[in-house]
């Protein structure tokens, strides 16, 4: 089925009180980038991430809630999604982890989901239940110690969760520690076994993670020095090993600013990230023999804390969150050169983090 016969949607979370809205379904039009607003719904205390289990038509999202102490604890959400009208409805919800999270994954084979508390310095194993929904917290990970910098890394801060792409390994990057920690997942006992930590230059604070589709080489973005650093992958070890450090801004740039999201477009030709102070999207060009990165542009996010970010299914637009000016952005991706231009469309939602795409039929 071509994309032209099928629907593009976007699933987005925010920041956002029980009692609002705090995730939304929006159409995009695949000529022209229009946004448009399909449902939205409430119940949910910052449902700020998200994950899309396209196939079986399933969407996942943190949340928080509180224990009977009256403690933030965590929740993770499930959500049917009806793909010919792109809205969604509640299957559960669960408490999960002992502090609220920042991030889900959910593993090839959709029976685990993985949050990483920030706050709480842990991960956790979910189970997914047959049909999808949250089941029970199966293993919880505590990271332990600090990096150099003493405001923001007093203590772990794990901030993402990614599989390798063989799925064997899972990778979580703790900007608290300067460390990305690698994981195995054991079917019997249901538990998380440290594989291996990946140490970042000191005061990077790793935030979140992409590998290349060729698997060769794998990109962190790094919160606190506004750097990536590209590292060769050993898929038969599941070991990263730094090969360049590169700046997200432009020299000129003097202000403030933290990064956020890494992505990389199908092919492998193209890296993009987020820049939060600098208020843009980084461009680079990534060399397809040795994963070197090379900037080819910086483009305003017309709007400010780019949060998050994604590359539509196809390549053909990037869709940027401005969480501080509570609006979303498209842009059309050149597929030779990576560079985005601004289709012209925008739309507003409350305090938007997280914009996770499913392509459905028409």
Not at 247 to 253: A, G, K, N, V
Not at 257 to 270: H, L, M, P
Not at 299 to 313: D, E, I, K, M, N
Request: charged share 20%.
């Amino acid at each position: 089925m071509s994309l032209s016969s099928q629907r593009m949607l976007l699933y987005i979370g925010s920041y956002a009180e029980a009692s609002d809205p705090g995730v939304y379904a929006v159409e995009l039009d695949p000529s022209t980038g229009e946004l448009t607003l399909l449902d939205q719904v409430s119940g949910l205390k910052n449902p700020t991430f998200l994950n899309v289990d396209a196939p079986a038509g399933r969407l996942y999202a943190i949340a928080e809630t509180v224990d009977e102490a009256g403690k933030k604890v965590a929740e993770a959400v499930s959500f049917a999604i009806d793909t010919t009208q792109g809205t969604i409805r509640e299957l559960n919800r669960a408490s999960t982890s002992p502090d609220p999270t920042c991030h889900i994954q959910r593993n090839e084979q959709d029976n685990y989901l993985i949050q990483v508390s920030y706050h709480g310095g842990h991960v956790a194993l979910v189970s997914l239940t047959e049909d999808g929904q949250i089941g029970e917290l199966l293993d919880l990970s505590q990271h332990t110690g600090h990096s150099v910098n003493p405001e923001r890394q007093d203590r772990p801060h794990p901030h993402s969760a990614f599989f390798s792409p063989d799925n064997r390994f899972l990778f979580v990057s703790d900007l608290g520690l300067d460390k990305i920690r690698s994981y195995t997942v054991d079917s019997e006992p249901r538990k998380l076994r440290a594989h291996a930590d990946t140490q970042v230059h000191p005061g990077a604070g790793p935030r979140h993670l992409a590998f290349h589709p060729e698997g060769r080489y794998a990109y962190v973005i790094n919160e606190l020095d506004s750097t990536i650093v590209a590292f060769r992958y050993d898929a038969e070890a599941g070991h990263l090993h730094p090969i360049q450090r590169v700046s997200t801004l432009p020299e000129d740039f003097a202000g403030e600013n933290g990064c956020a999201e890494i992505a990389i477009s199908a092919d492998g030709r193209f890296v993009y990230g987020s820049n939060r102070g600098h208020d843009s999207i980084v461009v680079f060009s990534a060399d397809p023999e040795t994963g070197l990165l090379s900037v080819v542009e910086h483009v305003s996010t017309q709007g400010q804390h780019p949060r998050h970010f994604t590359l539509t299914p196809g390549g053909r637009f990037l869709i940027a969150a401005n969480r501080d000016t509570n609006n979303v952005v498209s842009y059309f991706v050149d597929g030779e050169t990576g560079k985005l231009t601004a289709t012209g469309y925008s739309l507003v939602l409350s305090k938007p983090v997280c914009v996770k795409p499913l392509l459905a039929n028409g």
